[in-house]
Structure formats: C-alpha cells, structure tokens
C-alpha cells in the first residue's frame, strides 16, 4: 500500500547517501539537522496514524537509524508520552548518533542494553531504528532475535527509513527482517520498498524529504521510477468518428488440448482493454466453446504454421504463449509468430520456448516473464532472479534487445537501455492461475492502440494491477483473473481517479 507518494523517482542506497552527503557538505545542512528533521517527520506520522499511542518503545541500532530514534524519543518525551528504548550496544557510532542518545537520555529517556534473552517492552507501538539503509547482510545475534519478539509483538511498528533486516536496493531479506505497519523513508524514496519482499515488511509508506533542497540531487540520476497516475494520457479518450480498424487487430495464439482457457483469458481481456478485433489461433477443440461463451472473439482451430499465416497477415499484434504447450504444435506456432515481424508479445510457454532456442526478436516485442521463466531464459535459478529482481529484468531487456516485464510482487518494466518501471499496485490474491493470461491481453491490446512497448508494458502492468486490486478489494483470497474484466474495462476508460 502506498500511501503520501510525492515524486515517482526511485534511488539506490548509494545515491542516497550522495544525496545526503550533497546536502551537509554542499548545502551546509548539518547531519544533526537532518536526523532532528527525520525524527520530527516520524513522530508526526506516528501522532496522525496512531492518535491514541501514549507508551512508545523504541528499537535503535549504532548508527544513524538509532539516532533517527532517539530524538524521535525526546520529542515523544517532551509531549508527554511515556518512552523507554531498547538499545543493541552501550554505545552509539558517530557524533551524531551519539548526540541524539545523549539528547534523548538527557530528556528523561531509559536506555536499556538488550541481549540474547530480551524481550519487547510493553507500549501501545514500537518504533523500529535497529539498521537503515546500508545493510546488505543477513541480521543475526541480539538483533535478530530482537526483531523477531517484534513481529510476535501485537502493537504496530513504525520504521524507520526502511524496515530493519529488508535490503534497500533489492527488497530482499536474508534472515529476520522487521514487519512494519508503516515505514517513513528519508530524502528520496529507495527502489528495494517497492519490490519482492517489502510488500509484507513496510506496511503503508510514506516519504519525508526532510526539506533537502533540489540542487541536492544535481548529477544523480533516478535508477527507477514509480509507476503513477502519470500514465494516463498514454489512453487519451477516444474520438467518436472511428471504426474497429483504428484500434487493431490482436491474434492471441495458445489454447494447446486441454489448456484452452488460458488463451480465452487473454483474449476477452485484450477486447476489455479496447482492441478493435482479437481473433484466436487455437486448437479446433477449443472453438465451438469460447464462440458459446464469447462470441466476440474470432477464434479459429489451426492445425500447424501453415494454417495460422492467413492469421498472422491480418493481425497487427501478435501475442502468443498462453496455454501453448512445448510440443511439436505449439513449437511450429512459435516459430511462425517469431517470424512474422508483427509488434510481438511472448507470454508463458513461449517464453520457455524462446529459452530452448534463442531467436532475434522483432523491433517491438514485450517479454511477460514470471520468476521461473526469467530463470530459464538467463539459464540460471529463481533464487537468483528473485535476489536482486532489477539487476534480473535488466539483464532479460538487454540480452533480448526487447521491453520486459518482470512479474511479481512489484512488477519491474525495462527496455533494453536499462530504464526500470516499478508497479506499485497489486495484491496477493493476484498469486491465481490466468492472472498472468489476462496481462498478456492488456498490454497485447494497447499494443495493438500504437502505443509502442515501453508504454504499452507500463501502462498495461498499472492497468492490470490496479484492476486486480479494485476486483480484490478487502477480500484479496479467492480472486478470480476473470474477476478483473469489469474493472479494466472502467479503467481503460479513466486510469486517474
């Protein structure tokens, strides 16, 4: 859930740390400063999101992130609330750090030193400070199991810059990692809240940027960006002296035996999404049905390439893979689709196919990969896509020369110049069979509307997304993808609220 964004521009932590660095010794903003204007931008998200908090506990590390803490403490402290911190050394690292501990001490705070046997002190929240954002291992020790009395705890935490044990950059964790209600980021938003695991670690976030001046971020370019409402004038309204042929022609090939409601699913979603025609490439098994159920969709039996050309002559899209299957049919299918030079997406067993037998892509192609299909197509194993995703779909845009689309939990969008688009909508009821199908079907339908892919993947992701959260709504459990139809038909129409 994102909640205050203010600017779309995502940075790794050691842009960040430039960013800071930029403002104390260009700027002249004094470190302390700075963390006097985190503490006081956390404690004021703290009074807005939990009125009734009167008992406060703070979590605070060596460094800086403890001292965020600290004088978030001395400003609970001198507004009346009762506060005490748990502190992992009897020392903080740094000048400033330590001034904040002195400061919070000095204002009546109790520090108490925590060890293996400790435990979470009664409060009505927790304000976690252990580590920011330039952890990159795996927390053990005292802190680890410090982190894990928290998530046991039953009082909502609120942390700091980025929830202890998350990696900034990537979204992972590699041992105990801080369950937020919420997470206020300082400066500039870090591209590892928006993907992988910080959709269960930082709750709702927002961004404070502590009054760091523009001229801060001079010569440091974002390395991702949020997707927003921004994208709406991709879809402008439509004029009403058209016809079906203005907005194109999507042939969807797939629907192998048995696996024919793959490619209905993108199919019906390319029309919700304001194809002009979609015709269906399928097995002849799968027509008489999907002509029952929809009518609209031209669906043909093709029994190999030879039967699908007339198909693909007509089509100003083609996009394959859903329910296609890896033999002998879909194979011929592929090979033909690949061939074609139309704009191209590859979905599912396409993708698969594609990893078996690299072919050069056409010039406008989009790549929809899972986790387990990046692996296969970089020849290595999900784990290694999934520890640093945006090195992952980079890696895929570039080595295909196509636009990408890394699914999961914070979609990820790259081209091949290395331009990174982050998803941050979407929800866990989407983790359903055909979700995957029905993006196929939007972004292959504002492809076949000209937008070119870069676009069409962004917007198609969003689209997609926000659908399936308007679809989920409280009850994200049992989501159907067909439940998304509805809503993505109301959104192409209007994306902004």
Request: proline share 5%.
């Amino acid at each position: 859930m994102i909640d205050e964004i203010r600017t779309t521009s995502l940075y790794t932590s050691a842009h960040v740390r430039r960013i800071d660095g930029a403002a104390i010794e260009r700027l002249g903003i004094a470190g302390f400063v700075l963390m006097e204007r985190a503490a006081a931008a956390a404690f004021a998200s703290l009074r807005r999101r939990w009125p009734q908090a009167r008992r406060i506990t703070l979590y605070a590390g060596n460094g800086n992130n403890g001292g965020d803490a600290f004088l978030l403490g001395r400003l609970a402290l001198q507004a009346g609330f009762a506060v005490e911190a748990v502190a992992i050394a009897d020392r903080s690292t740094g000048d400033d750090a330590m001034r904040a501990r002195v400061a919070f001490v000095a204002a009546g705070g109790c520090v108490h030193i925590a060890d293996a046997e400790t435990g979470c002190l009664a409060a009505d929240m927790h304000v976690d400070g252990l580590f920011g954002t330039g952890l990159t291992r795996a927390v053990t020790g005292v802190a680890a199991a410090l982190i894990d009395r928290l998530n046991a705890t039953h009082a909502p935490v609120l942390a700091l810059d980025v929830p202890s044990g998350l990696d900034a950059d990537t979204g992972t964790h590699a041992g105990a990692c801080v369950r937020a209600a919420a997470t206020v980021s300082f400066v500039a938003w870090k591209r590892g809240l928006f993907t992988a695991d910080a959709s269960d670690a930082c709750g709702a976030l927002e961004l404070a940027t502590l009054d760091v001046p523009p001229a801060a971020l001079d010569g440091i370019e974002a390395d991702a960006e949020l997707m927003s409402d921004a994208l709406a004038p991709l879809l402008p309204p439509r004029s009403s002296n058209v016809n079906k042929s203005r907005y194109g022609h999507v042939l969807a090939i797939g629907g192998d035996d048995g696996m024919g409601g793959a490619i209905r699913l993108s199919s019906e979603a390319a029309l919700r999404c304001g194809a002009g025609l979609v015709s269906v490439a399928t097995r002849a098994g799968n027509v008489s049905a999907m002509n029952a159920a929809r009518p609209e969709l031209m669906a043909r039996g093709v029994d190999d390439a030879r039967a699908l050309a007339p198909l693909i002559e007509r089509a100003s899209v083609v996009a394959i893979g859903p329910g296609l299957g890896q033999g002998e049919w879909g194979r011929g299918l592929f090979e033909a689709a690949v061939a074609s030079g139309r704009p191209l997406l590859l979905d599912a067993d396409a993708l698969n196919l594609l990893a078996q037998s690299p072919h050069a892509l056409p010039a406008e192609t989009v790549l929809t990969p899972h986790p387990g299909e990046a692996a296969r197509l970089l020849g290595c194993d999900t784990a290694a896509i999934q520890r640093d995703r945006y090195a992952a779909v980079r890696e895929l845009a570039a080595r295909y020369a196509a636009v990408v689309v890394l699914k999961g939990a914070g979609s990820l969008v790259a081209d091949p110049m290395g331009n990174v688009a982050v998803c941050p909508w979407g929800n866990p009821g989407m983790a359903s069979g055909g979700m995957g199908d029905v993006l196929t079907g939007v972004v292959a339908a504002l492809l076949a509307q000209r937008l070119k892919p870069w676009d069409a993947a962004r917007l198609g992701v969003a689209l997609h997304a926000r659908a399936g959260d308007l679809a989920a709504g409280a009850s994200p459990r049992g989501l159907l993808a067909s439940d998304l139809f509805e809503p993505l038909r109301a959104l192409a129409n209007r994306f902004a609220p």
